[in-house]
């Protein structure tokens, strides 16, 4: 996969690609990640890449012409119609839909290249969204100052369901939201330790008995904190 981010601040994405999982797939060929400053794609002297909203109001929007530039640069045309399959130009912004599990999965496994524009919380110019963006990402019902931590937490959640990327061990089959619920509690020694103690049913070695423990404490915790994902927003069950 290859993954292009444009913004108006490359440094504030410094060295988050650096770590972990998202370096390991990097470094073993499984993604290639570019930032791009949509600065050096404005052409006038002022290399403005906001304005003023038409019709009066707060803030700057970003503007059309740097963005389609970029686009042009990137993907080789600005209509969305001409992109090849497998490319998909996300714009991340509160209006997009809901980042959930099954759209990272879609995304890991659909997509070859893959183009992220950083919107503004003032907002982007519509003409950004109907002629470039395949789709509108939004990471929850909360206001970020940019879509850049959106970007983030998007790449971060397609990368690492890349084949090869988990390695061996460890595997995205069993985790929490695949599951449709939360993950269960874990342990690792010292069995006791400032006198909390790991439950004695994940030290007698009863595997049955461990999974459903685990089973009971992820449905627990789901009950507790998220019950919306066992009954669903309509209540159904
Ligand atoms: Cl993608 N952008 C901004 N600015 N705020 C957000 C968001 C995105 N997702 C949730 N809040």
């Known amino acids: 996969m290859r993954i292009d981010v444009l913004t108006i601040f490359p440094e504030f994405f410094g060295q988050v690609f650096e770590f972990g999982i ?6 073993a060929g499984l993604v290639k990640i570019n930032v791009h400053d949509i600065r050096e794609f404005a052409t006038d002297k002022h290399r403005m890449v ?10 700057m929007v970003l503007k059309p012409e740097p963005v389609f530039a970029a686009i042009e640069n990137i993907v080789g ?3 969305k119609a001409a992109y090849e399959a497998g490319t998909r130009v996300v714009l991340l912004t509160p209006q ?3 980042l959930k599990q099954a759209m990272a999965k ?9 183009v992220l524009i950083c919107g503004r919380y003032e907002g982007v110019d519509e003409r950004i969204n109907q002629a470039l963006a395949t789709d509108e990402i939004s990471i929850g019902d909360y206001v970020l100052s940019g879509g850049e931590p959106a970007a983030i937490v998007l790449t971060d959640s397609i990368v690492r369901l890349l084949p ?20 269960y509690p874990h342990y690792t020694r010292p069995a006791e ?3 909390m103690k790991v439950p004695d049913v994940l030290l007698n070695g009863n ?15 789901t009950r507790r904190y998220r019950n919306d994902l066992l009954v669903g927003e309509n209540g159904e069950m």
Do not use: C, Q, Y
């Open 207 to 221: 595997h049955a008995e461990i999974e459903k423990w685990r089973r009971n404490e992820a449905l627990e915790k």
């Open 193 to 195: 330790f400032r006198g």
């Open 164 to 183: 090869g990327a988990l390695g061996s061990e460890t595997s995205a089959v069993n985790e929490s939201f695949t599951s449709g619920m939360l993950d």
């Open 106 to 114: 879609e995304l890991a496994d659909e997509v070859k290249h893959l």
């Open 50 to 59: 906001d304005d003023r909203p038409f019709g009066g109001g707060d803030g």
């Open 96 to 98: 997009g839909k809901p």
């Open 77 to 79: 045309t600005s209509e």
């Open 22 to 27: 998202i370096r390991r797939a990097k470094l």
